[in-house]
């Protein structure tokens, strides 16, 4: 896990990039920012507060990670850091390149070498590119000799982090180590910065390995089980109950363990796991059958685990547990399907 509370930032260099689209350009700065010591702590806040997740990336490529340029830029500072402005002036060019769709803004690109970064107990530094994109209006009040004045300026906001990117001196071979911020794009424009500036894959650890076999064991449910079997909602719910039970109370995670728990009937066992084959070849991934259980990827998706039975637009039965107390039939005399549900008492 990634912790930064000793972070130290020394080198900064920032440039401001436009939308090619737009035939807006690019101005460099001439030289590394100087700042003193007052703003440094600010300037720590603004990059490195917001990331939180423990959901990691690597730089890729599908040929050659040389070939990434993100991946060639960064590689020149980490082992040199007094390439920091010769390399950034690689990195907001690239930037730009990728800065074709029309709802792209033009903003600030930082480019900042950090030191004392910790991974798994390592100490080690790191690289962040920061992109600005929008601006906030602050109030400004001056007393005066007998009231107030009140101007305003538009400024950044140090709370509201646009686009990020951390890459962590670690794992090189693979494509470093690498946490994402982007908290604008959330349309077509959001894939110049992940996709096609940064082309990163997520990283296959246990965040990856958990959030892609509940994703796996969702759909399965939901969608595979009823093409083969006889099933109702009520089984739905509780089987996506029981998933999502057994990763919450397991600190490893052994896909026998788990068939033989959560699905228990041979024949839906030897569906699960042909779809598990399946799945793995269309999603073009792989999904260990042993692997520690994050925590994180497990409150991550255990909102889309609700275990909720739809029934037309009257009814929504949100099923925590005792499967047993629910009962489907059919009422022939109004020709409905109707549920009951057993219980000690109301609240």
Request: charged share 30%; proline share 2%.
């Amino acid at each position: 896990m990634l912790h930064l509370t000793d972070t130290d930032l020394k080198k900064l260099v920032m440039h401001r990039v436009g939308n090619k689209v737009r035939e807006e350009d690019i101005l460099y700065s001439k030289a590394p920012v100087n700042f003193d010591y007052s703003i440094k702590d600010l300037l720590l806040r603004y990059f490195l507060s917001p990331f939180k997740s423990v959901e990691y990336y690597n730089l890729s490529h599908d040929s050659d990670i040389q070939l990434n340029e993100v991946y060639n830029y960064v590689s020149q500072i980490f082992d040199d850091p007094e390439k920091l402005y010769e390399q950034s002036v690689h990195l907001v060019h690239h930037l730009y390149e990728q800065s074709e769709h029309p709802r792209i803004k033009e903003g600030e690109f930082y480019v900042v070498y950090f030191t004392d970064c910790i991974i798994d107990d390592e100490v080690t530094d790191a690289v962040g590119l920061f992109k600005s994109e929008t601006k906030d209006t602050f109030l400004k009040v001056y007393p005066t000799t007998d009231n107030f004045s009140i101007e305003y300026e538009d400024g950044i906001n140090i709370n509201k982090l646009d686009k990020g990117c951390l890459i962590v001196n670690t794992e090189r071979e693979k494509g470093y180590l690498v946490s994402i911020v982007d908290n604008l794009s959330k349309a077509a424009e959001a894939q110049y910065w992940r996709d096609h500036f940064l082309q990163v894959k997520q990283r296959t650890d246990e965040f990856y390995q958990t959030e892609n076999m509940m994703r796996m064991c969702k759909q399965f449910v939901v969608e595979k089980l009823p093409e083969e079997f006889e099933i109702t909602r009520a089984d739905q719910a509780d089987l996506l109950m029981k998933s999502a039970k057994f990763l919450k109370e397991k600190e490893d995670f052994a896909i026998e363990d788990f068939t033989n728990e959560v699905f228990q009937q041979p024949e839906i066992k030897n569906t699960f796991d042909q779809f598990k084959t399946q799945y793995e070849e269309e999603m073009d991934l792989e999904i260990s059958n042993n692997f520690k259980v994050s925590d994180e990827a497990v409150k991550k998706q255990a909102k889309y685990f609700r275990s909720v039975i739809k029934l037309d637009k009257n009814f929504h039965v949100y099923v925590h547990g005792k499967r047993e107390r629910i009962v489907k039939g059919y009422d022939e005399e109004r020709g409905l399907n109707y549920y009951q549900l057993f219980f000690d008492q109301e609240s």
